[in-house]
């Protein structure tokens, strides 16, 4: 994996967008609310070194955000719509793509 030059992992920018488009169809949010996705390193025991995050942010809700245990460009449309449903529901969700899913 490239790094930058201060040594993390380098962003998947094209990964990222392909998360955000995946997100805003599962979710087609209301005018005055939008997506959010970003990548975070995660140092707690037990966390993949990096995480996908998908946050919903603006309107009478409030930020809810899911994350999604692997980097954008792992990432697949079920792990988002998975992500995406429990944030309709109204929780901030979890997906650990490893244990969650099946290909």
């Known amino acids: 994996m490239p790094t930058s030059g201060l040594g993390l992992p380098r ?3 094209a990964a990222i ?13 209301p005018e005055g609310q939008s997506v959010f996705v970003t990548e975070l390193r995660c140092s707690e025991e ?5 995480e996908t995050i998908i946050a919903i942010v603006g309107g009478a809700g409030g930020k809810r955000q899911g994350k999604i ?14 992500v995406c449903a ?3 529901g109204g929780a ?4 650990d793509h490893e244990a969650a899913f099946t290909d």
């Open 69 to 82: 245990g692997c980097p954008a460009g792992e990432v697949k449309q079920i792990h988002v719509e998975m």
């Open 11 to 13: 962003r998947d920018v």
């Open 17 to 29: 967008k392909r998360v955000k488009a995946w997100a805003e169809a599962a979710l087609a949010l």
């Open 92 to 95: 901030s969700a979890a997906c």
């Open 86 to 88: 429990a944030l309709l």
């Open 46 to 50: 037990g966390c993949p070194p990096i």
